[in-house]
């Protein structure tokens, strides 16, 4: 595999048309084609954390943050796909994990965005909260409702 295919992937996943998951099934198809003619480079091998699919700096920023291979996984299983760098490297900031996602998701937010769940953290809104208004028949509440709620104490 060239390193202009490489990078092609790469940019691919960065923007968000390829998954984490189609980009290595892809880089696995061709550095199997390749692999043959080619020795390793040293640019070409992966770090601790086990991405090969980002560019050296993304891979670097996602260090920086600690953003794992783990992490990454936990947030697609809890329904979180498609998601940029710089998503990834806000929702770690935010210490926002998969677990609180799922939570989120199982209290009826289903289809929350990153900025959303951004929003509900800084706010500290959480899935107990948004339990406990729909038990005193708030029903129809909507990110923006709730962190209003939780401003004014309520």
Request: hydrophobic residues 40%; glycine residues 4%.
């Given at each position: 595999?060239?390193?202009?295919?490489r990078?092609k992937?790469?940019?691919?996943?960065?923007e968000g048309?390829l998954?984490i998951e189609?980009a290595?099934q892809?880089?696995?198809?061709?550095g199997?084609?390749?692999?043959?003619?080619a020795t390793p480079r040293?640019?070409?091998s992966?770090?601790a954390?086990?991405?090969t699919?980002?560019?050296?700096?993304?891979?670097?920023?996602?260090e920086?943050y600690?953003v794992d291979a783990?992490?990454i996984r936990?947030l697609?299983?809890a329904?979180?796909?498609?998601?940029?760098v710089?998503?990834?490297?806000?929702l770690?900031?935010?210490?926002i994990d998969?677990?609180e996602i799922?939570?989120l998701?199982?209290a009826?937010?289903?289809?929350?965005?990153?900025?959303?769940?951004?929003?509900?953290t800084?706010?500290?809104?959480?899935?107990?909260d948004?339990?406990?208004?729909?038990?005193?028949g708030?029903?129809?509440?909507t990110?923006?409702?709730?962190?209003s709620?939780k401003?004014?104490?309520?």
């Amino acid at each position: 595999m060239t390193n202009p295919e490489r990078t092609k992937i790469l940019e691919m996943v960065a923007e968000g048309s390829l998954t984490i998951e189609q980009a290595d099934q892809l880089l696995e198809r061709l550095g199997a084609q390749s692999q043959a003619s080619a020795t390793p480079r040293p640019d070409q091998s992966q770090n601790a954390s086990g991405f090969t699919t980002f560019t050296a700096e993304q891979m670097a920023a996602l260090e920086v943050y600690e953003v794992d291979a783990d992490y990454i996984r936990a947030l697609q299983e809890a329904g979180l796909r498609d998601l940029t760098v710089k998503q990834l490297i806000s929702l770690k900031d935010y210490e926002i994990d998969a677990d609180e996602i799922v939570a989120l998701r199982e209290a009826g937010f289903t289809d929350l965005t990153v900025k959303q769940l951004i929003s509900l953290t800084t706010y500290e809104v959480d899935a107990d909260d948004i339990r406990a208004r729909r038990a005193a028949g708030f029903t129809d509440l909507t990110v923006e409702h709730l962190i209003s709620l939780k401003e004014q104490g309520e």
